[in-house]
């Protein structure tokens, strides 16, 4: 296919890069609003404990103080809490009995009693941020602590306090998907099963950029401004009017630039509410900004789950059924649309990359005293697929069978497509085989047994595994884009996708520029902002460059059209004999024509506008796909792991930008492989106290903690979009615990050690290793 100079497929530099290397960036923290108030939150030093009073008196009486909330001053504020969606459809999952799932909603501050440790008590609002900081410190809380249910076997001891009373044994849902019949039948028929229990362990998100906001008041209107890093300015616009009680219009968001996502930045924080409210309160802008260690307690975590998995095979070691329970800690709110985040991606790719005629999925919600939880990068697929490439590398080692055969024996195949996962999702397009091909060669899979003995002979183990995954991608099936183009020689591009890191101003650039025949440096792309793009569903779900840059393309095509009845009558031609190549309209077969810069300004200069719009709706969401290849040693004295080698294919459809997809590939593997090694947020027993509470304690992946990694993509082009894209921001995260595990467990395996949860910290690979030597 050929490529375009400054088109789809070219390797541009980022055009936003130079700003941010040169300190240009403008993140929430940055920007100074003229006689802004600093706003500090007090946060619940207990995970679960009754408020009897709040006295105020010292800290009202504190230099600067301008205003101090508690829940009861914000009776006449807010509408109602932070909605969590759980009982409204299609987002009410329910109980197996028939009954709703549990509201379990958020108030911005805690009423009557606090639920996890870091939940808001108060704000304090006041001239500088020290004498906020100041002020909180003197305000008296009198805190009557409850038992603490941290752990998902403590939530379901029949003693446990219960959280909420309509979550009954802290049990928020208890969902089901899949054919039970059918699957049931399938096990009772198997050959043999395999089994495991598997842990997924909880993260924290660590963005790059702690989470901030900047509210103001406009006195003239009383219109409220938000500035902010999220992931959809008319989302969080939506969600904040909804807790305020007010008309969208009356709100204004505005993101700046901001540093990461992932999925977590996608909903309402009680911050947010508490600044719009203490600016509409005291008629003037107010900033907050989380230090790390309230982001440690306070950003929204995620993963913490509790697995079961069996795979049936028949005698031809074909995968003919899946079941699946699982026991989800959520913490102890449930965010806006929770539910059915965890649920939806959860249950879609259940069957992964093999033809699995049947599955069965049992999904549980705990409610338990810690930070409630939302979407983190691969959610719901991450856990899919680890759970179903743990099984089948552990059927491989239960039936002798070599776990590449296995799966080749297994894989979707071209004669298959469209092929529906018995969780859901659909899959029109894949080259399975051709991937997993690929993988094994890039990573030298069979001279593997040489490297083995190499490390054998300098006391080291080695391990190598693979991990498959499938994903979904898409969420939100429609988005937005309007596209202007001036006689000044510039083209505006207004998408209603946000960037918070990933280069869509270059990515849209490449394909306006193809599309319009503009220069790539002419074109302005705008985005984050509710005044000044219409609508606009955000970034989440890996959908941007498929969802958004085909709304810019059908935006384009518009503008397009407008402009050839325009140049039809500057060139005194019919319009069916106007084409239209790299930004010329020309009368075919004459040398005659105009360009589309020139035909936006003869519009402009009758008082029109070149302008149009668009809205995508795709439907379906599409599912990327690809392998994972892990090789490891582990130093048995110590339970060190070294990654040696990582080697990934990818088939995210066609790729706007190498480099940049390029970049989501290292950063999402990065993430991957902290979950699978490193990370792990950890809880004192007792107290309920946070022991992982800051970088000293909460280990994430350094520079040298990771290999070179080895990347090659098979754009197998998706037909649903002009661009042929699926998604890639989070297929990379997606697939790697399960390569990086089944790694360890092969070393483990070689030293007669069984198989270990996340994370494989040294001591726990150490422990293992001293347990399989006494066995």
């Avoid at 920007?31 to 009897?52: K, M, N």
């Avoid at 929204?300 to 697995?307: G, K, T, V, W």
């Avoid at 402009?604 to 796909?625: H, Y």
């Avoid at 492989?673 to 994430?700: F, N």
Wanted: glycine letters at 12%; one cysteine or more; charged letters at 20%.
């Amino acid at each position: 296919m050929a490529v375009h100079q400054t088109g789809i497929g070219a390797a541009m530099p980022r055009k936003e890069d130079r700003r941010f290397l040169t300190g240009a960036g403008q993140f929430s923290d940055d920007i100074q609003s003229p006689g802004a108030l600093a706003a500090v939150i007090l946060r619940a030093p207990l995970p679960h404990a009754e408020i009897g009073g709040i006295d105020l008196a010292l800290a009202q009486a504190a230099p600067g103080v301008r205003l101090i909330l508690t829940a009861a001053d914000l009776e006449g504020e807010i509408a109602g809490p932070i909605p969590s969606f759980s009982t409204v459809p299609p987002f009410n999952v329910g109980r197996l009995d028939g009954g709703d799932a549990a509201e379990a909603a958020q108030y911005p501050l805690a009423r009557e009693r606090v639920r996890y440790l870091g939940e808001p008590v108060a704000v304090v609002v006041a001239d500088s941020l020290a004498q906020a900081q100041d002020a909180a410190e003197l305000i008296a809380v009198d805190y009557a602590p409850l038992g603490a249910v941290m752990e998902i076997a403590d939530a379901l001891d029949p003693s446990a306090p219960q959280i909420w009373p309509d979550a009954p044994g802290n049990i928020s849902f208890d969902w089901e998907t899949g054919d039970a019949e059918a699957t049931e039948a399938a096990f009772a028929a198997a050959h043999h099963i395999s089994r495991l229990s598997l842990v997924n362990n909880r993260v924290v998100i660590n963005f790059m950029e702690p989470r901030a906001a900047v509210a103001g008041y406009d006195e003239s209107n009383g219109r409220l401004t938000l500035q902010l890093g999220c992931q959809s300015a008319h989302g969080m616009r939506a969600g904040l009017a909804s807790v305020l009680g007010i008309e969208e219009d009356r709100l204004h968001v505005v993101v700046p630039d901001t540093g990461g996502g992932f999925g977590a930045r996608g909903g309402v924080y009680p911050e947010f509410v508490l600044a719009l409210i203490a600016a509409r309160r005291l008629r003037q802008s107010v900033k907050w900004t989380a230090n790390r260690g309230e982001a440690f307690l306070s950003d929204h975590q995620a993963r913490d789950h509790l697995f079961h998995g069996e795979l049936a095979l028949d005698a031809e070691g074909r995968f003919i059924g899946l079941r699946v329970s699982g026991d989800w800690r959520h913490g102890a709110y449930l965010t806006s649309r929770g539910i059915w985040i965890m649920t939806h991606y959860l249950s879609q790719v259940l069957g992964g990359s093999y033809r699995i005629p049947t599955a069965h999925l049992r999904l549980r919600g705990i409610v338990s005293n810690t930070t409630p939880q939302s979407a983190y990068r691969g959610v719901g697929r991450l856990e899919a697929n680890y759970v179903l490439e743990r099984l089948v590398d552990q059927a491989a080692c239960d039936t002798g069978m070599d776990p590449l055969s296995l799966r080749r024996r297994n894989l979707i195949d071209a004669g298959d497509l469209p092929w529906q996962m018995p969780g859901g999702a659909v899959v029109t397009s894949g080259a399975f085989a051709a991937n997993l091909d690929r993988a094994v060669e890039l990573a030298g899979w069979h001279d593997a047994p040489a490297r083995r003995r190499r490390a054998e002979a300098q006391g080291r183990l080695h391990g190598i595994g693979l991990g498959m995954y499938a994903e979904n991608d898409g969420s939100t099936p429609t988005e937005f884009a309007e596209i202007a183009v001036s006689g000044s020689g510039r083209v505006t591009a207004l998408l209603g996708t946000q960037d918070f890191g990933m280069g869509h101003a270059t990515m849209y650039s490449q394909i306006l520029s193809e599309k319009l025949g503009v220069g790539f440096e002419d074109i302005d792309v705008v985005f984050g902002d509710s005044d000044r793009v219409r609508r606009g569903a955000g970034s989440h779900g890996s959908r941007s460059a498929r969802m958004g840059g085909t709304a810019a393309v059908m935006g384009a095509e518009k503008v397009i059209a407008r402009a050839r009845d325009a140049a039809a009558d500057m060139l005194e031609a019919a319009v069916s004999d106007i084409d239209f190549t790299d930004g010329r309209f020309a009368i075919a077969g004459t040398d005659r024509g105009v360009t589309l810069i020139e035909v936006a300004a003869s519009i402009e200069a009758a008082g029109g506008k070149l302008a149009d719009e668009a809205d995508f709706d795709a439907g379906r969401e599409v599912v990327a796909n690809g392998v994972h290849v892990c090789e490891l040693t582990v130093d048995p004295a110590n339970g060190s792991v070294r990654l040696e080698n990582y080697s990934v294919v990818a088939d995210v459809g066609r790729i706007v930008n190498p480099i940049i997809v390029h970049g989501q590939m290292h950063g999402g593997i990065a993430q991957g492989i902290g979950q699978a090694l490193l990370e792990q947020v950890v809880y004192d027993p007792g107290s309920g106290q946070t022991l992982s509470g800051s970088l000293m304690d909460y280990c994430l992946p350094r520079a040298d903690d990771l290999p070179e990694f080895t990347i090659a993509f098979n754009e197998v082009v998706e037909a649903d979009n002009p661009i042929g894209a699926k998604g890639a921001g989070e297929s990379a995260t997606t697939g790697a615990p399960a390569a990086v595990m089944n790694a360890l467990a092969d070393a483990l395996q070689s030293a007669g050690a069984a198989p270990i949860d996340m994370p494989a910290t040294p001591e726990r690979v150490w422990r293992a290793l001293q347990a399989g030597a006494s066995a």
